[in-house]
Structure formats: structure tokens, C-alpha cells
């Protein structure tokens, strides 16, 4: 689901229609809004907001019988769940990318005793939450590409973190960079774009397998 700015609070939300449940484990921070016909009253409808954290598709809020003025009672919790998984999101990278060169110079015991959430020197990087590491890993992007959101570039890092201006320390993922550039909570999977083709970073995500 997208989140886009107008000025009433339901308005914010622009959907995308999913024909079937996307894998969760290649959705996370995702926030989406499934309608069930009310068994209590058919005119009616029975509402349910899911977000797709740490491999699953969790509940995070239900309403029964809801009529037409749904949308004004789940967008709150749409939005709030959205910029709280992106927020996370940004919170992991941001902290390994600060601490991984300190805990690749320390013994195992003392980084992991510390808890520092950088990895030896010789392993792979550490994937973003809601980053491109499964893009990178299945060929549909390299590392060091470009991708485009509104006149805005970004470059896609190692563990697929997004690099966003000189520093590079300054690192970001796809939601997170989507609603700092956009001024509104974003699913930047359907903002981003492959810049040598063009492509929607989500129609990418489609051809990586189901699992």
C-alpha cells in the first residue's frame, strides 16, 4: 500500500490491489488492508490491517461491520504501522553501518558481548530490513546501481542499503529514503525505479521466487 499527502486523513491512503498474499519474508515493512463480507451484516464490512515483520504476516488491527467510511477508521493504523517499520528499518542499518567496522576489529566475544551489530570482517554484509539484499542476491540489481524516485538518485549499496548523497555513512532503505524525500509516509517499492530501464523497484520484486 502507498500513503500519498492530501488533506483529509483517510485521503492519504492510494492502494495497490494484490491479487493473492505476497510472501512476507519478501515484503517486510509492508502494511496491507484485507476486506472480508461481514458475517454479521452483508452491507457491512469486516476490515483487517496486516504487516509483514520478521518473516510473517502479523495482524495489527480489526473492525467488524464497518461501512463505507472505512478507510477514515484504518488510516491512522496504516500510517502508523508504515512509518514505524520504516523507521526500524532505518534504525538497523544506520546502527550496523556505524558499529560494523568497530565490531570487525573485535574479537567475537567482546562485539557480540556489547552487542554490536556488525559482522566479522570476512562475512557478508548485513541485509537491510527492508532493503534490496534479495534484488542483489537474484541479479536484478548490482551493486552500485542507480535508482530514481522524482529527480532524486540513489545508489544501492552492499547488504542492499540505499546511499543517498556524499556521505557514506548516509545510509537509508527503500521506505525510509521514499518518505524523508517525499515529505509523506511512502512505500518506496512503488516509487523507486531501476534507472537503465526504468522499471518499478515492486515489479522487480515480482520475479524474484515465491518462498
Known amino acids: 500500500m502507498i500513503a500519498v499527502r492530501t488533506t483529509d486523513t483517510a485521503d492519504l491512503l492510494a492502494e495497490v490491489w494484490l491479487p493473492e498474499p505476497p510472501p512476507a519474508t519478501l515484503h517486510a515493512g509492508d502494511v496491507v488492508v484485507r476486506l472480508h463480507t461481514s458475517t454479521a451484516d452483508p452491507a457491512m464490512t469486516d476490515v483487517e490491517v496486516l504487516a509483514a515483520m520478521q518473516g510473517e504476516w502479523r495482524t495489527v ?9 472505512w478507510p477514515h477508521e484504518v488510516a491512522t493504523t496504516v500510517l502508523v504501522h ?3 517499520l520504516a523507521d526500524a528499518a532505518l534504525q538497523d ?3 550496523a553501518t556505524m558499529t560494523g567496522p568497530i565490531a570487525a576489529a573485535m574479537p567475537d566475544w567482546l562485539s557480540h558481548g556489547l552487542g554490536l551489530a556488525g559482522e566479522p570482517a570476512a562475512s557478508a554484509p548485513r541485509r537491510a530490513a527492508d532493503g534490496l539484499a534479495e534484488l542483489l542476491e ?3 540489481l548490482d551493486e552500485g546501481e542507480q535508482v530514481v524516485l522524482d529527480g532524486h538518485t540513489a545508489t544501492v549499496g552492499a547488504g542492499g542499503v ?3 548523497g556524499p556521505d557514506e555513512f548516509a545510509v537509508s532503505t527503500v521506505n525510509a529514503l521514499a518518505t524523508q524525500l517525499c ?3 511512502a512505500n518506496g517499492w512503488h516509487l523507486w525505479r531501476r534507472v537503465r530501464d526504468n522499471r518499478l523497484l515492486a515489479d522487480l520484486r515480482t520475479e524474484l521466487p515465491r518462498r
Not at 488491527?61 to 467510511?69: H, N, P, V
Open 61 to 69: 488491527g480489526t473492525w467488524e461491520g464497518a461501512d463505507a467510511r
Open 82 to 84: 508504515m512509518r514505524y
Open 93 to 95: 542499518v544506520q546502527w
Open 138 to 140: 537474484a541479479g536484478l
Open 162 to 164: 540505499l546511499h543517498h
Open 183 to 185: 515529505d509523506f509516509t
